[in-house]
């Protein structure tokens, strides 16, 4: 089965961000796409506007006629789905071809040019940033994105004429071996999804053997130092980056009035006088290893410095709601240690004099037991932490593990609370509040809204 002999394809998960960007992808060609989700979202409402059949309750019976003849339909799913799923079980039973949604990627890969960007954290800005690069140039691409863009409205963007598809490369459940690079990007390689790797070696295995699948003739672009030693095959050219140093890094940064500029250096061409779109510091990083993509892609160093400085963001990635002389309120999607120590950082640098709350979602079971202590630790660099429960997404509670664990590690000078996520709104309420951040991957973006309305007017 090809992407041109497909007449339907029926999503089981169809709401999850990477799964939406295919739903867009194949309503684009023509195609019937239908699926199932768990809850309504905006999203899907969006998906349902735009042609795609979708239902919330897990019930064969539901799935439209369109989508039930095998040699036809195209059935993809989502890891997060379990196997005991009725409508997943009944395409399994009735023979129906069902992948992966990496496993989709993947084809693609094989079909044009991969523009990939793999890591632990950074990948949905760097992948979204290298999309607008290349997107805004003479080159042109298609792009699948871990995020919505907020220069398009979307995470899905096409082009008639490119043969570049920029990619997250997700190592969530090994998904990013599905796919072939011409051109990928490392960005990090902390432990995460232990529940998947079991250990930290075959976590780093499983990015060494992700190395090994990038083309013949195309590139590895490698965060300088991390602990990972690649296996690429003959005639792939490997680079390193950061923000300081490697083949591609920053020079001359200059930070003043809420504006980042820095010169990019690069063996490809420098380029000076780079202003970014998203003033955060750790953007500057994140521009370096899409710009050397882009570069790599053919876009022209007057292409990049536009691109850049025009860059808008993602959704849920350093997303300011409010930033007035009263209130600084934005959202993150933070919800690795690292990464969230990260972003506090890079708020303490623009708010070098202000309080910094933050409301913290933890996601997962298994990540919040193998890493409370690390969580503490980063969340510790508040002034103010609010705590909700975790998050389950696809898991099953674990005896002795909720958001206390973090709690009772906390710095103990702090001021520090655990909420029930009802109950927040009150809270915040009660607090004088100068910068404050959600972060989280779980539904806490579900009160942004009641949120902002209740801050926007202090």
Not at 28 to 39: A, C, H, I
């Amino acid at each position: 089965m090809n992407v041109n002999t497909i007449e339907a394809v029926y999503f089981i998960g169809a709401g999850g961000i990477g799964m939406s960007a295919l739903v867009r992808y194949f309503l684009s060609k023509g195609k019937k796409v239908g699926g199932y989700d768990r809850t309504p979202t905006e999203l899907t409402e969006k998906l349902i506007a735009e042609g795609a059949a979708i239902h919330y309750e897990e019930n064969v019976s539901l799935i439209p006629a369109d989508f039930l003849n095998p040699a036809k339909t195209l059935v993809v799913y989502t890891p997060a789905i379990p196997a005991t799923h009725q409508e997943l079980v009944y395409f399994n039973e009735h023979h129906f071809e069902i992948k992966k949604r990496a496993q989709v990627l993947g084809m693609l890969t094989h079909t044009e040019k991969g523009m990939c960007v793999a890591g632990t954290h950074g990948k949905t800005t760097t992948s979204t940033m290298a999309a607008h690069l290349l997107h805004q140039s003479h080159v042109g691409c298609n792009a699948f994105l871990g995020g919505i863009s907020k220069n398009y409205g979307t995470n899905l963007l096409l082009s008639s004429e490119s043969d570049y598809v920029v990619i997250e490369a997700d190592e969530f459940d090994r998904s990013f071996h599905w796919l072939t690079p011409y051109a990928t990007v490392i960005t990090a390689v902390d432990s995460d999804h232990l529940d998947i790797y079991g250990t930290r070696e075959a976590y780093l295995e499983s990015f060494r053997k992700y190395t090994s699948l990038i083309q013949p003739g195309g590139y590895l672009i490698i965060k300088q130092g991390l602990e990972l030693q690649p296996d690429v095959q003959p005639g792939v050219t490997v680079y390193t980056y950061s923000e300081k140093e490697g083949d591609f890094h920053a020079e001359n940064v200059r930070i003043s009035n809420g504006e980042i500029y820095f010169d990019y250096v690069s063996p490809l061409g420098n380029i000076s006088d780079i202003r970014l779109g998203v003033p955060v510091y750790i953007n500057i990083e994140n521009g370096i290893a899409a710009m050397a993509l882009a570069q790599i892609g053919g876009a022209n160093p007057e292409e990049i410095r536009q691109a850049m400085a025009t860059f808008k963001g993602v959704d849920r990635r350093f997303d300011f709601k409010i930033k007035n002389e009263h209130i600084v309120f934005l959202s993150d999607y933070a919800h690795h240690p690292a990464e969230i120590r990260q972003s506090i950082l890079s708020i303490r640098m623009l708010y070098p004099d202000k309080k910094i709350t933050a409301v913290f979602q933890p996601h997962l079971y298994t990540r919040t037991r193998d890493f409370y202590q690390d969580f503490a630790d980063s969340l510790s660099l508040l002034d103010e932490v609010i705590l909700l429960d975790i998050y389950p997404a696809r898991e099953q509670p674990i005896p002795g593990v909720t958001s206390q664990l973090i709690y009772d590690n906390l710095r103990p000078d702090m001021k520090k609370y655990m909420c029930r996520k009802e109950d927040l709104l009150d809270m915040l309420k009660s607090l004088p509040l100068e910068v404050l951040i959600t972060l989280g991957a779980g539904d806490i973006d579900n009160y942004v809204p009641q949120i902002y309305e209740l801050l926007k007017n202090r």
